[in-house]
């Protein structure tokens, strides 16, 4: 049993091969547009999730700002951290308590000309809030004005600029999967035009293979491995040419920009893999919907 499935896989491979070799223009064709599309892919990945990481990093330094009343106790400080503490959308350790020395440190290194000839500290302590989300940074600030409690003088999270930065988040993951989308489904369609040419180019053959008992599965064997062989070699081959471009690429990008711990791209091996991966996907999904139209001979 086991030599009868390799016999018959050699022989889908051989069938599959042959029909490459014959229709090699419109396979090459099919093969370049998966190049295309894959390497487009790759680069809306790379880019994609650059600027995905980029937004998430912005909204990570989202943050409320609790400024405390002059008169304010102690006990009634500490109850505005309790407060705090206590709010699920808080992220644990992201409570920083600034005193009035410290805030006018803070001043003078950012506008030392705005304090310069002061005669006493005008600034109020705070307590800096970092949300466990960006998107939660008006909730928490909304929370702690309704909470009226006698500490709080006013509460400050720069609303304008959260919206505008959580804006942007949102168009850039739209953005990023409605081009994968489209490129996915544009190389789809190409690969099926392939084999619909290579079906109609053999549609005698099989009509016969099919009059002397020959399964679906036995037909529709050799042309879903021209398609998963035809979407590997483009795949590839856009890997090896995306690998270039990065390796030639970045570095001039990287000179351009602030390089950022924190905000990085997908690793290429991944990126690799999802091509190569979907390369054979749409070989098959190509192959696939082909077939099941064609070859109800």
Do not use: C
């Not at 081009?179 to 190409?190: G, K, N, Q, R």
């Amino acid at each position: 049993r086991v030599l009868r499935g390799m016999t018959r896989f050699r022989t889908l491979f051989a069938e599959a091969l042959r029909s490459i070799g014959a229709n090699v223009s419109t396979t090459v064709a099919s093969a370049l547009s998966v190049l295309i599309g894959m390497f487009l892919i790759g680069v809306f990945i790379g880019l994609g999730t650059w600027l995905v990481s980029w937004s998430d990093d912005k909204k990570r330094e989202l943050a409320v700002h609790v400024f405390i009343a002059e008169g304010a106790t102690t006990k009634e400080v500490n109850e505005l951290r309790v407060l705090l503490e206590s709010d699920q959308r808080v992220k644990p350790g992201g409570i920083t308590f600034i005193s009035k020395a410290k805030a006018l440190e803070i001043m003078r290194k950012r506008n030392p000309e705005l304090v310069a000839n002061l005669a006493s500290n005008p600034l109020p302590a705070s307590f800096d809030v970092v949300p466990v989300r960006g998107e939660d940074t008006e909730e928490v600030a909304i929370a702690v004005q309704k909470s009226r409690l006698a500490a709080v003088d006013e509460v400050r999270y720069g609303k304008e600029v959260s919206e505008r930065i959580l804006a942007i988040a949102r168009a850039i993951q739209i953005v990023f999967l409605i081009a994968v989308f489209v490129l996915l489904a544009a190389s789809t369609i190409l690969i099926a035009n392939t084999i619909r040419l290579s079906v109609h180019a053999r549609r005698r053959e099989i009509e016969v293979m099919k009059l002397v008992g020959a399964s679906n599965w036995y037909v529709r064997g050799p042309f879903m491995l021209e398609g998963l062989l035809t979407g590997l070699a483009g795949s590839i081959a856009a890997v090896l040419l995306l690998f270039v471009s990065r390796e030639i690429a970045i570095p001039q990008i990287l000179g351009h920009i602030q390089d950022d711990a924190d905000v990085r791209a997908l690793a290429f091996a991944w990126t690799a893999l999802i091509l190569v991966m979907g390369g054979l996907a749409i070989g098959a999904l190509g192959s696939g919907l082909t077939l099941r139209r064609f070859l109800r001979v």
